[in-house]
C-alpha cells in the first residue's frame, strides 16, 4: 500500500508509551507500572530504533519519507516528563521531513498532567511549545462511582480540570474518550457522561466513545458482577447505548465518521483516518504494530527483550506477526478498514490503488449484503455500510476476508 506522492512517501507514525500509574481493571493494553529507570532507558532505547529504522531505510531505498501525523499512545504518555516527548519528537525530526500541517496528538489521562518539568503549573504549555497539536483525554466516564468500578486512577472532577488547562494552555482540538457498556451502567447514566462532554464549553472536537470488552486475562474477566450487583449490560442494552451515541451526539453538531468516533465537521482524527484508509505506518516501542511496503509486522511485546536488544537485526528477529500482505490480503484490508468510516470505500481510491472495480472484486459479496440491507452501493460503485450494516459491521466485514 504505497503512498508515493511527488516522490515522497508519507506515513504515519505511532510511538508506544506503556507507562501508567497502575493498572486499570479492564485494561489488556501492553502497559504497566515502570520505575524511572526503566522510563528512561525505554525511551533512550525508542531513540536508537527510530534511528536504526530510518539509517535501515536510507541503506536500502533512496526515497524522501514525510510524516503526515505523529500519535503518541499508550500506557499514559502524559507520566514522562516533557522533555522526554520533546526528545522523542526531535529525533524524528532530525530523521526525517514532517509534513507542514502534521497532526501531533498526545493521549492524556487526568491526573498526571500537573506540573511540568520546566517548572510550569501543567504539561500542556510545553506540549505545545514543541509542536504538538491535538490532546486525547481519557475521562471514559463522568460517574466517580463507575471510573472507581474500572479501576481508574481519577475522579470526574479531575478531568474537568484537566480539561479546562488544556483549554487555557491554547489546544482547540481536543478528544475526548467515553467508555459504555460498563459494569452497573445503565442508559441513563451513560447518556449524562455523553452529554456532560458534548457540553462543554467550548466543546471538544472530537469525542471516541468505545464499548467495554471484557478480556481475558484482566481482573474483570474473573469479576463476578452480578454478586457485586453490578450487572454488564445486556446485549439489548449495549446496542441501545451504541445507536443512542450518535444521536444524542448529533444534536450537539458531531457528526459520526467511524464505528466509535464521532467530531465536529472537519476534525476527524487524521491519524486514525491514516489507518482506515490503507496508508501506510511504522510504529516504535514494544508492540508497536507497523504496515509499510505492504509489509505487516509488531514490536517485540517485551519490555525485557526490547531494552536488552543490541541492535536492529536483534530487534527485527523479535517481531511478531510479520507477513507479507499479497495483493488479495491488501484489497480486503482496504475493504474492511474503509468500510469502519461512514464515508465507506470510495470505488475511485480503490480503483487507483488496484486497477479493479469493487464489482470486479467483490460483486457477490456486495449483492448479497445490499440485498439484505447491511450494504449501501452508490451509484458511482462505493460501498458504505448502513445503519443496520453498523450494528452487524463484523457479520459483513469477515466476508470480505
Ligand atoms: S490508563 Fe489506559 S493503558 Fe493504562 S492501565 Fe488504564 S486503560 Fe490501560
Known amino acids: ?191 449524562k457522561s455523553l452529554r456532560k462532554v458534548a457540553a462543554l464549553d467550548p466543546k471538544p472536537k472530537h469525542i471516541s466513545a468505545y464499548s467495554l470488552i471484557v478480556e481475558e486475562g484482566t481482573p474483570f474477566y474473573d469479576t463476578d458482577f452480578h454478586a457485586l450487583g453490578k450487572d454488564l449490560p445486556d446485549e439489548d442494552e449495549e446496542r441501545r447505548m451504541y445507536e443512542g451515541a450518535a444521536d444524542i451526539l448529533a444534536e450537539y453538531g458531531y457528526e459520526q465518521y467511524e464505528i466509535s468516533n464521532y467530531s465536529l465537521p472537519g476534525y476527524e482524527c487524521k491519524h486514525n483516518c491514516a489507518y482506515w484508509t490503507g496508508k501506510e505506518y511504522v510504529g516504535f516501542g514494544i508492540a508497536a504494530a507497523s504496515l509499510i511496503d505492504d509489509m505487516r509486522f509488531t514490536n517485540t511485546k517485551s519490555m525485557e527483550e526490547y531494552l536488552n536488544a543490541p541492535d536492529y537485526e536483534s530487534l527485527l528477529t523479535l517481531q511478531t506477526d510479520v507477513e507479507q500482505l499479497s495483493e488479495t490480503d491488501l484489497m480486503s484490508e482496504f475493504v474492511i478498514l474503509g468500510l469502519r468510516m461512514n464515508r465507506g470505500v470510495k470505488d475511485s481510491e480503490f480503483f487507483e490503488r488496484f486497477q479493479l472495480h469493487l464489482w470486479e472484486a467483490y460483486g457477490g459479496i456486495i449483492e448479497t449484503h445490499v440485498g439484505n440491507g447491511l450494504l449501501y452501493r452508490a451509484e458511482d460503485g462505493s460501498i458504505s455500510l448502513t445503519g443496520e450494516g453498523r450494528n452487524l459491521s463484523n457479520y459483513v466485514m469477515k466476508d470480505f476476508l
Open 1 to 191: 500500500m504505497n503512498n508515493h506522492k511527488e516522490g515522497v512517501r508519507e506515513i504515519a507514525v505511532y510511538i508506544h508509551l506503556p507507562f501508567c500509574v497502575r493498572k486499570c481493571l479492564y485494561c489488556d493494553f501492553i502497559s504497566g507500572c515502570y520505575s524511572e529507570e526503566i522510563q528512561n532507558s525505554y525511551v533512550n532505547k525508542l531513540l536508537q530504533e527510530i534511528d536504526w529504522f530510518f539509517a535501515e531505510r536510507k541503506k536500502k531505498k533512496s526515497e524522501n519519507i514525510r510524516i503526515s501525523t505523529i500519535f503518541f499512545g499508550g500506557g499514559t504518555p502524559s507520566i514522562l516528563p516533557t522533555n522526554e516527548i520533546n526528545r522523542i519528537l526531535c529525533k524524528l525530526k532530525d530523521n526525517c521531513e514532517l509534513s507542514s500541517n502534521a497532526e501531533i496528538s498526545i493521549e492524556v489521562n487526568p491526573g498526571t498532567v500537573k506540573l511540568s518539568d520546566a517548572g510550569e503549573e501543567n504539561k500542556f504549555e510545553s506540549y505545545r511549545r514543541m509542536g504538538i497539536n491535538r490532546i486525547s483525554i481519557g475521562m471514559q466516564s463522568a460517574s466517580d462511582d463507575e471510573l472507581k468500578t474500572l479501576g481508574r486512577i481519577h475522579t470526574a472532577e479531575e478531568f474537568d480540570e484537566t480539561y479546562r488547562m488544556a483549554m487555557k494552555a491554547g489546544f482547540d482540538v481536543i478528544n475526548v474518550d467515553v467508555m459504555y457498556a460498563l459494569p452497573g451502567q445503565n442508559y441513563a447514566s451513560f447518556e
